[in-house]
């Protein structure tokens, strides 16, 4: 089960609960894999509601990876995420929030 004072979200990813966090290490991860020079340029870029399903894959596996799964971005697009792509961009917008303070 979340804790959502450390930052914590759960989601429903193949008929499995998981628990997400974007840590500090799966932030980093972001960072890299979307080519962000740091978090400022990793709000901004969101900051419009604009995402792709790429994006989408990258903050939902750094969020699994940073909650400790081991699951690859490769898996996760594979996967059948509860809600479709609407489901994958409530999950991100709960991990983006949560990491960030806004609740």
Do not use: H, P
């Amino acid at each position: 089960m979340a804790n959502e004072m450390r930052g914590e979200v759960d989601a429903e990813i193949d008929g499995k609960t998981y628990t997400l966090c974007l840590t500090l290490g799966a932030l980093a991860e972001l960072e890299a894999s979307l080519q962000s020079s740091d978090l400022n340029g990793l709000a901004e870029r969101f900051e419009g509601g604009r995402v792709s399903a790429r994006d989408l894959i990258a903050i939902v596996g750094a969020g699994l990876r940073g909650g400790g799964n081991a699951v690859s971005d490769v898996e996760l697009a594979n996967m059948s995420i509860n809600g479709g792509a609407r489901g994958a961009a409530t999950i991100a917008v709960k991990l983006l929030a949560a990491a960030f303070g806004e609740q």
